[in-house]
Every structure is written in C-alpha cells, then in structure tokens.
C-alpha cells in the first residue's frame, strides 16, 4: 500500500521541477495550501445538500409546480406479469414484431394487448412533469445561486483581471476561505448528483451521466490537490455562468409557457457560445497553455490538465453544433415563435403531432448540456 501510495503521489507528476510535498507542507503561519484531505469535506456536505434538495422540492418547488397547475398525477402502473416482466428487464423494453407475435401466443393475449403491456411499463419508469420541474427548479436555484457567488468572489480576486495571476508564485498560492468554499461547494454538488441517481428514477442516461459527474468529480478534485484551483475557478465560472439559464428553459417548458421558453432558450444558446467558444479558448486555454508555459514551464501534471481542458472544448465545439444545427431545424420548420392562440401557453398538440416550441427538439440534449 505504501508503494502504491508513494507511485500514485510522485512528486515528479504532480508538481513543477525542484518543488516537492515537504516544501507545501509547513507554510507559514496563517497560510494553508491546498491539501488532498480537504477534499474530504465534500463528502459529508454532499450529503447536506441532497438533504436540502430533498427539503426544497418538497416544501417550495412542489407547491411552486402546483400553482402552475403541474400535478403530480398518477401513472397508470403495467399489471403485474412475471413473463412480461423478465422480457422487459432482461432482453428488450420494445420488443419488434416477433418478440410481439412470440408473446401474444405464450400469454394467450392479443398482440395489442401486449404492446399496451410494454407502453404502460416504460411510461411507469419515466418521471413525470412534476418531478422533472422539481427537479429543475432545484438545479436553477443551485446553479443561479453558485454562479453569482463564484462571479462576485472573482470580481475580487486579481486572477479574474489579469489571468497571469494565476501562475505568479505557483505553486505557492494561498488557498483563502473564499476560493475553499467556492471549490468544496462545487464539489459537493456534484457528488450529491451522484447519490441521487442511486434515489431517483432510472433513467436511460442513468450511466452517461454517473461518468460525467465522475468525471467532474476528477477534475474539480484534481486541479485542486495540485494547486490549479485559481484558473480552475475561472473554468467553473464560465461553466456555470449559461447553466441556469438552460434549467430556467425547461422549468418555462415544463409550465407550457412556450414563448418564454423559447426566449429563454435563445438567450441560453448565445451565452453557451459566447462562453464555450470565446471566453474559455481565449481566457482560459490561452492561460492554461502558453501563461503557464512561459510563467512556471511544463511538468507532466501540467500536460494532463490541458488535455483534459481541450477535450473539454471538443465537447463544447460538440454540442454548440448540435444547439446550432437543430435550432435551425426548429426555425426552418416555423417551431420558434409559432403563434398559440394564447399569448404565453403553448396550445396542445393534436393527436400524432409534435408538441410546439424548440426545447422539444432538443431533449436528447438537455441533460448533457447542462452540466
């Protein structure tokens, strides 16, 4: 274990030449630099604030969604069918044509049968509209609530101005309260996102989310234990400063206050390219890349953060395309902006149809967006 430790820990990787763990270990007296330990703190308060999540949608956003007339409902639940059941669990949750005619025979039943068997089953797995505002709501307050205490904390800080700041004296960069609580509550927030997914109910994204929210979990602890949290601060601003913004749109769709919602998504859209594609490559990046290369010079820690901040930029190229491409689909089609005979509710969409508005078009991207 010691020598597992000791190769995990190598000073080599971690830190810049001629600088080792024992030289951050004594700072002087009421300086502290950050620590591996610290991170440890996330943990118990991931769980304060799964249960303040849970406190928050109960008693404010419930009865928020309530005075929107979103109501909980009851699901019709599939009747209990042990055959049914293990097909659905175990081999397809839409079975084709034969599995239909297969089933039809072995159950004694109509293949419509069948197929209402198989709809009511998936539906009983899908959250409601209810508990998908809800859950927004909470996520809006979050994100609002971080994004203006990470901006008022960097409107202070010198880094913020001048990003060479982030690099004068590093490694030997005071980790202050301020830029603690920034980091810790960042991190515990996406811990609890992971602990819910344990509590919530499963969804088809369940594993491509649990590795991004690990993979956030990575790179918020890793640039903190090697002393990167003040660009890192900068990489969480910017990331946060669009996503309550996204939530704000669903929580307006979800209402069927659809020319909000699409308001909404437009101003979601230009700050997610303003961000994602102006402000993090050239504030950011160019930092990371050539500040840092010309202030402290590279060590191989250093070449692992930047590869995983322009992979992260791929994503971003990535889904601004995907906004781009099927918000132009959606105005191509007239869906933005489409007329409702009511001046704020989207009007319900006839039997077959779509229902109206550019945030329908892009639910499969809702959720990865977000993050």
């Given at each position: ?54 406190l928050f949608e109960r008693f404010i956003a419930a009865p928020c ?66 508990t998908k505002f809800c859950e927004s709501m909470w996520r809006f ?231």
């Amino acid at each position: 274990m010691a020598a597992l430790s000791a190769w995990f820990w190598n000073e080599r990787f971690w830190l810049p030449h001629n600088v080792t763990w024992a030289d951050l270990a004594d700072p002087a007296p009421g300086v502290e630099y950050p620590k591996a330990g610290h991170l440890f703190t996330a943990l118990p308060l991931a769980l304060v604030i799964f249960t303040v999540r849970m406190l928050f949608e109960r008693f404010i956003a419930a009865p928020c969604a309530r005075s929107l007339l979103i109501h909980p409902g009851v699901r019709r639940r599939a009747q209990p069918n042990v055959v049914l059941e293990k097909v659905f669990t175990s081999i397809t949750k839409n079975p084709d044509f034969r599995h239909l005619g297969g089933l039809s025979k072995q159950l004694d039943w109509e293949v419509r049968q069948v197929q209402r068997w198989f709809r009511h089953r998936r539906n009983q797995d899908k959250p409601s509209t209810h508990t998908k505002f809800c859950e927004s709501m909470w996520r809006f307050t979050f994100y609002l609530c971080i994004f203006t205490y990470g901006f008022q904390f960097l409107w202070q800080s010198p880094w913020m101005w001048d990003t060479k700041h982030c690099w004068y004296g590093y490694p030997y960069q005071v980790m202050t309260p301020g830029l603690y609580h920034y980091y810790v509550m960042e991190l515990a927030f996406y811990w609890s996102l992971m602990f819910s997914q344990f509590t919530d109910i499963q969804r088809k994204d369940f594993l491509i989310m649990f590795i991004h929210h690990l993979a956030t979990v990575g790179l918020i602890s890793f640039s903190y234990v090697n002393n990167m949290a003040r660009v890192g601060s900068l990489v969480l601003c910017v990331h946060d400063s669009s996503d309550f913004l996204l939530e704000a749109a669903k929580l307006a769709n979800y209402a069927k206050y659809q020319h909000l919602c699409d308001s909404l998504f437009i101003v979601f859209g230009v700050a997610f390219f303003i961000t994602r594609l102006v402000i993090f490559p050239i504030w950011v990046l160019n930092s990371t890349m050539f500040e840092s290369w010309a202030i402290v010079g590279p060590f191989p820690s250093w070449w692992l953060f930047n590869l995983l901040l322009l992979v992260l930029q791929v994503l971003h190229i990535y889904w601004s395309y995907l906004i781009a491409r099927i918000a132009m689909k959606a105005m191509s089609r007239g869906k933005v902006g489409q007329a409702s005979p009511s001046p704020s509710h989207c009007p319900t969409p006839p039997p077959g149809g779509k229902p109206c508005g550019i945030i329908q078009f892009l639910k499969p991207f809702l959720n990865d967006l977000a993050c």
